[in-house]
């Protein structure tokens, strides 16, 4: 019997596809060039610059589904990539759940395996606000048992990406800052949640 094709649609705002990476790669790209599939697979990251997880909302599933292929024949996999937009539009933490909640909740009943990566840090000033938000959006995944990657925890005092932050003006990360974006989503969980064995040098 043919193993089904994997199709995975990352949807997020710009940090999805890299901007301010000299590389162009993003984490996305970098964790998908270090994934070895076992059966073909295409991906497709689909952002929108500036994007609030209304917004997001209110978009995936029309964009993401002529992307998808039959169930019977495709194994179909969404990635909703968090960023920061929340809190400057000034959405509540509970619209925030509320968000990410109703997107798992309409891909769950879609049959739609589902990950999660949560915001990095950004402005100092806006440390304590993306912890509270990676905070809420991980316990919204975790009652789901969605795999999420914290990636406000591990890189809010990393010296390599706060120097890349530095450069951009505390906006984006650079081509090392992406490195260990992607490192974090090779190393929790992403190879298990395609059933695919070991994990990968994310630099």
Same mark, same amino acid.
């Given at each position: 019997?043919?193993?089904?094709?994997?199709?995975?649609?990352?949807?997020?705002?710009?940090?999805?596809?890299?901007?301010?990476?000299?590389?162009?790669?993003?984490?996305?790209?970098?964790?998908?060039?270090?994934?070895?599939?076992?059966?073909?697979?295409?991906?497709?990251?689909?952002?929108?610059?500036?994007?609030?997880?209304?917004?997001?909302?209110?978009?995936?599933?029309?964009?993401?589904?002529?992307?998808?292929?039959?169930? !019977?024949?495709?194994?179909?996999?969404?990635?909703?990539?968090?960023?920061?937009?929340?809190?400057?539009?000034?959405?509540?933490?509970?619209?925030?759940?509320?968000?990410?909640?109703?997107?798992?909740?309409?891909?769950? !009943?879609?049959?739609?395996?589902?990950?999660?990566?949560?915001?990095?840090?950004?402005?100092?000033?806006?440390?304590?606000?993306?912890?509270?938000?990676?905070?809420?959006?991980?316990?919204?995944?975790?009652?789901?048992?969605?795999?999420?990657?914290?990636?406000?925890?591990?890189?809010?005092?990393?010296?390599?990406?706060?120097?890349?932050?530095?450069?951009?003006?505390?906006?984006?990360?650079?081509?090392?800052?992406?490195?260990?974006?992607?490192?974090?989503?090779?190393?929790?969980?992403?190879?298990?949640?395609?059933?695919?064995?070991?994990?990968?040098?994310? !630099?």
């Amino acid at each position: 019997m043919t193993e089904r094709e994997v199709r995975i649609c990352v949807v997020g705002d710009e940090l999805g596809v890299g901007v301010g990476d000299a590389r162009a790669l993003g984490w996305t790209g970098r964790v998908l060039a270090r994934t070895r599939f076992d059966r073909p697979a295409m991906s497709f990251v689909l952002a929108v610059p500036g994007e609030t997880t209304s917004a997001l909302g209110a978009r995936w599933e029309a964009e993401t589904e002529p992307r998808f292929g039959p169930e !019977s024949t495709h194994d179909n996999r969404l990635v909703v990539a968090l960023g920061r937009h929340d809190l400057a539009a000034g959405l509540s933490v509970a619209r925030s759940r509320l968000n990410l909640a109703n997107i798992l909740d309409v891909a769950d !009943s879609r049959r739609l395996a589902t990950f999660v990566v949560g915001p990095p840090p950004g402005r100092p000033e806006d440390g304590d606000r993306i912890a509270e938000l990676s905070a809420a959006f991980s316990d919204v995944a975790n009652r789901r048992r969605v795999p999420y990657v914290d990636t406000y925890t591990p890189l809010a005092q990393h010296e390599q990406w706060l120097a890349d932050l530095a450069t951009t003006g505390a906006t984006y990360p650079g081509q090392a800052g992406y490195g260990l974006m992607a490192w974090l989503v090779l190393h929790t969980g992403w190879h298990s949640w395609l059933g695919l064995p070991g994990d990968s040098d994310g !630099s």
